[in-house]
């Protein structure tokens, strides 16, 4: 894994996505402008490492151990959805080889829609009247568009980077 590449294209297009969300006012529908903003960018940058987390390295050691940091914060501000959500999206990778499901071009735009239908299907379960629904699912989606943004273009912003480095290892030989 190039970290440094990665870590730079992943901020680079997390702060643009941010930016983005900023300059059309959408955050400032949220209750607290810098924490929504800073979970855009967050996103962004996550998923720009996510597709070689499952390589044993030194990176990969620090994203769990970001990882575990946030997973402590949300259970102790009682966010334990969130918290089961998260836990279970970062150890996928480590469920298959190197470049298999996560280096796959489409995966990013069916990844979030699959995580925003758990993640709404589970907190169906907390909630006395609330069922399950594809309009819920889908409601999730739009309400949280500029993190599914996020996830995309964090994710894209790897599989890009990726591919320059495949075809420079082609021009050369």
Sequence with gaps: MN????????????????????????????PILWEYTMMIWATGFFFSLYPD?????????????????????????K????????????????LDHHRSWTHHPIVP????VLVAGGYDYFRSYQTEFYQWSVDGTLHVLSS???????????????????????FKRLVVR
Aim: charged share 5%; proline share 3%; net charge negative.
């Design 3 to 30: 970290f440094s590449a990665h870590a730079i294209g992943g901020a680079v297009t997390a702060t643009a996505v941010t930016l983005g969300a900023v300059s059309t006012q959408v955050v400032e529908s949220e």
């Design 53 to 77: 987390t499952d390589t044993s390295s030194i990176p990969q050691r620090w994203f769990f151990r970001g990882i575990f940091v946030l997973l402590a914060f949300l259970f102790l501000t």
């Design 79 to 94: 966010q334990h959805t969130l918290a089961t959500s998260i836990a279970l999206v970062s150890i996928l990778p480590l």
């Design 109 to 112: 735009f069916i990844f979030p």
């Design 144 to 166: 949280h568009l500029w993190l599914v943004t996020a996830c995309i273009a964090g994710w894209y912003t790897h599989l890009a980077l990726d591919s320059v480095v495949k």
